[in-house]
């Protein structure tokens, strides 16, 4: 709220000052400032473009500044396609704001009506008195005074130039010719180099190593030995590299990690102990869990149920970061999602204050949720702490990634719903399973820390205790809540407090588990109830934004597909993210081979509903991206683990998809002139996993449930079901 | 033991001293201060790494200076520059095929050796001319769609 008791839009209201988000520069140029950051996501460009439109000037004049602590506004974190509603918003009304005030000032020095006054490029021109003057003149250099106050209207989208338009990304010419775009390509004077040695397994700890034949080879400028933490520091890279493989390799450990049986994880999941907590309209409640009943009226009940494993993020280049200590002050460069909540968190476990670390985000490769991002930031502030004055530069290696990125969460979701004779939902039911999907930094204590460094070196500190999660459209329950319209939902989320694998949040949550389950099991409904499975979901759903973007889909892919079994066919699924933010649904074309089992995704298509688009290209590349990724999770991926060690350590023992397996993607944009932005980055993948399960039913007949959709599984299922050779 | 190594980079003589083991990608992202090749997985497994030797694509990840030392070696650097755009380069952009860009430069050294050979391919040669390099954010379809523009801007 502000004075006037008007709510200001998205992440102004956490701080209404107008010199927080925008400056107009003496140089020509205008400062945008966020507290959200690039993650491949586009945001950089389109608050970019924000705030050009609404201020009217060129986009090259937009300079962004993002990410840095004690320099934006504290917005948290990047995360839960929350960035368009929150700064995205912010930034449209305050950028408004500004150039309100920037109108008065022009009409003030023109001496005419500030209504009469035209805006060019940051030209501000009065046709009356033929006069102009610039925003540079005005305003250059000099911080805006005072607060939003929601007062100003943003422009009109009618009047739009900029905003909805295709633009290139901000940062691309760096990324197509080889530029520094990343925080790996970071130079800095003095710049040494930094790797560490992990454990082989989960809380293993160090009984000897030969740190001193380490120190001794070329290069080495430090070798870091606490409890079971091990770190080098040298010269250059390379000798980095042969230092850590030297070190890696006489480090003997004790191993005490006991992992459950990765074939039966969702027996685990179930077996072991749990919190039961229904979920009303999206929000766990602490209360009793009633029981399944049939409702009267009910002429079929059917049940079923799905699982997922654990996935991993899987970023193509390994976690880094740059970190200085100097003069009792710490500096990190670091690729984090939330460069205040690290700042808190390092703080914490560096014995530092808050003000005495400064993190400044600088973009990784891809992260698709919380990845070793924040524990590379420890790594490299700990070597930093040994060689002050020195920036290390830490990169992880593929294998620290793979065996050390916190996982997304199996899942196992079960459904069981009755129709009554009209094909109608009656009564519906969702139980779900998993671990906690909550791991990203908190404060650092005496005891506990969620940074992994802090589980090994001294004083060794525990892993917070998981504890379910009540909030609205979070953790595991995310979109377990059906947008459908049904007379009665019961859901249950079951915590698991047990990790034995780390787990955290992987983009979407626990949307791509009950998305994959509710919309397979609305196909299983509609194939019992005898009705097209499009016409079964439209017949369930009132909502307007929803059942356009079902039926742009289904046109676009070519509906309806011809009955069950011919070998080819086509899945159609639907969400909207979070029951609050963008609409979308997933229309796949798939081949099933049914002598070795191998699905071929033809064709895909996604339709999306985010309200107003802002970069049309960023959204629509966010909505395909997220439709490749979720076929790729969907038929190829799990992480593999032993008894005691987790076996994924690259790209052969956990493959993605590969240019040869994925299809050309058709995006439509049902675009909202004047609507709410709607977050959409997590809007495509769970329709992406369930349309091409829908899709292998409907070219098969064989219903799977059990994600990898791998053609060992495809082909087992096929024989039990009578099919195939 | 270090030794000295005369590499042809780009078209430029250029001297390194390192290991003869030593990866060529960390002469180039070190002493020669090219950052366009990533380091992606150490293992030939991404290409995110990629560059050419002799105009065929090499991982750098693996090939080693003393290795890459008897061949021409092209980087995304010598492909083109900001004020001077390869047309794969400006392609991409074009087409906005990346979401977070590690893969990129690795993927249009990849296209180059392809365009080079085969001026004309189809969406089928173009994946499996890319198939060896890894994209992550799910941006294959424009890659692709990229690669065709770049062959079309490059047809005499």
Redesign the interface.
Known sequence: MNGNGKKLPGSLAKDARIASWVAIEADGTVTVRTGKVE????IRTAVAMIAAEELDVAMARIRVVSGITGEVVDEGVTSGSGSMEQTGRALRQVTAEARAALMAKAAAHLGVDAATLEVEDGTVRSPATNSQVTYWELQGGQAFVGEATGAVAPKDPASYTLVGK?M??I???A????????I??L?MDGLVHGRVVRPPSQGAKLLSVDAAAARRLEGVIEVVESGSFLGIVAT???QA?KARDALALSAQWEESARLPDEDNISAWLIDNESAAHPVIDGTPQDAPVSAIAVPEGAAKTLEASYTRPYHMH?????SAAVALFADGRLTVHSPSQGPYPLARALAGSLGLENDAITIIHV????C?GHNGADDVSLDAALLAQAVPGRPVRL?W??ADEHLWEPYGPAMVVMTNASLDNDGKIIDWNLDLWSTTHQGRPRPTTATHSSLLADWYREPVRARPVAKPNFSNESGAHRNAWSTYDLPRQRVVSHFVAKTPLRTSSFRGLGNYANIFAIESFMDELAQAAGIDPLEFRLAHLGDERGRAVLNAAAEAIGWPPGGPGSGTGKGIAFNRYKNAKAYAAVAMEVEVNEENGEIIVKRAVVAGDAGQVVSA??L???L??????AI?WTLKERVRFGPQRVTSA???SYP?????E????ECILLNQPGLPYLGAGEGSQGPGGAALANAVFNATGVRLREIPFTPERVKRMMVAAGRGP | MAETFNLRINGAARQVVGDPDMPLLYALRGPLGLLGAKYGCGSEQCGSCSVLLDGERAFSCKITLAQAAASDILTIEGIGTEGNLHPLQSAFMEEHAFQCGYCTPGLIVTAKALLDQNPDPDDAAIATALRDNLCRCGSHGRVIAAVKRAAKELAP
């Open positions: 993650i491949g996501q586009g295709r290139v990304e940062d691309a010419v990324k197509v010719t080889g530029g520094a775009a990343f790996h390509d130079a250059d890279e390379w590299i899987a970023s193509l280049g390994p973009q990784g490769a891809g698709y990169q290696t593929r290209d960023g629509a590349c966010q395909e991206g997220g439709v490749i990724q790729s690259d790209w052969e993605i998809l590969t240019f040869t994925a299809p050309m993607v």
